[in-house]
């Protein structure tokens, strides 16, 4: 038997505490002026909709940004935010807990400086050992949205309104018939921990590694040999086919020896050293200014990188 205290709360105190928590740190916008100058009464039909099941998700703002690779946003309606924001608080609850716990992305008490600390020390503690390293081909566009309900079903099924309302989130987008989450959904990053959870407990159960973590699409495996290390990526590309339909990236699947560190979320790491690669570098000098100083010192680098840094903060912003 099911309890209302397990089941997603829709009423308008619930979508409340949702709104706050979608505003709390953002700056504002046109959307949120507007929205908040109309909030009573919009949270009211927000809240009426979901409480009927006639909520329905509306279109997207598509963007575009370009980096080392171009991504393409799907940025939601602040109402429809709100609904992820709620949505997003009430799986986390039934989720996080069962994640694997060298899984670092997306989740309270962890994130990238923590998993980057993380990866630092398992390539100390196996430094004889051989790590493959690997992402999934345009993860967002290929998550297999049927999948993606089966595995949200099996912890939610009970609450029919919540999975009636994940099933919503999931239908308001694809880049192909029935495949693909938006990478501008709050709700798309515990979806992608969602989905790979099955990759996560297949890693553990059935691979074996001395050692795994995982961000996001990109993980590491750690093995005593090479040869352990082939074959498991043989296992795990037929998993994630036959299982997830992923595929891996070929540009970014490699084995190479834990002792000569390597690259990975964007940084150049080994056992004893750790710093932002080379391309992070050239668009941190390229771009630090008053407004970001700040965040960019603390980043992860090099001596010389950050010495150069501090002559620039001090000769050229005054800073």
């Not at 409480?51 to 575009?64: C, M, N, Q, T, W």
């Not at 029935?178 to 297949?202: C, K, V, W």
Request: hydrophobic share 35%; proline share 3%; with cysteine.
């Amino acid at each position: 038997m099911t309890s209302d205290k397990d089941c997603l709360r829709v009423d308008y105190r619930a979508v409340y505490k949702a709104w706050l928590a979608f505003r709390k740190g953002k700056q504002p916008t046109g959307p949120i002026d507007r929205f908040a100058f109309g909030l009573e009464g919009y949270l009211a039909r927000l809240s009426s909709e979901l409480e009927s099941g006639s909520y329905r998700h509306g279109d997207y703002k598509a963007i575009s940004l370009t980096e080392k690779k171009r991504r393409d946003l799907a940025v939601a309606s602040v109402r429809d935010r709100v609904v992820h924001r709620l949505l997003y608080d009430y799986l986390l609850v039934k989720f996080d807990t069962g994640f694997d716990p060298d899984v670092w992305s997306c989740r309270t008490g962890k994130g990238l400086h923590k998993g980057l600390a993380r990866t630092q020390a398992l390539l100390r503690k196996h430094s004889g050992s051989y790590v493959w390293r690997a992402d999934i081909t345009k993860f967002f566009d290929s998550v297999d949205q049927q999948v993606l309900s089966a595995c949200l079903d099996r912890r939610v099924g009970h609450d029919k309104p919540a999975m009636r309302l994940c099933q919503e989130i999931i239908d308001s987008y694809h880049v192909k018939p029935a495949r693909g989450i938006p990478i501008g959904n709050l709700t798309s990053q515990l979806f992608a921990n969602i989905y790979l959870h099955e990759f996560d407990r297949y890693v553990r159960h059935t691979l074996k590694p001395q050692a795994y973590i995982r961000y996001g699409d990109d993980f590491l495996l750690f093995y005593p040999t090479s040869r352990q290390a082939r074959q498991a990526r043989e296992n795990a590309k037929d998993f994630l086919k036959n299982n997830l339909d992923l595929r891996l990236n070929p540009k970014n699947d490699v084995i190479v020896p834990a002792g000569s560190g390597l690259k990975f979320l964007g940084h150049t790491i080994t056992g004893e050293a750790l710093a932002v690669d080379e391309y992070t570098t050239r668009r941190v000098l390229k771009r630090i200014d008053h407004h970001n100083a700040s965040s960019y010192r603390a980043l992860y680098l090099a001596k010389d990188v950050k010495d150069g840094l501090d002559w620039i903060l001090l000769n050229e912003l005054d800073i």
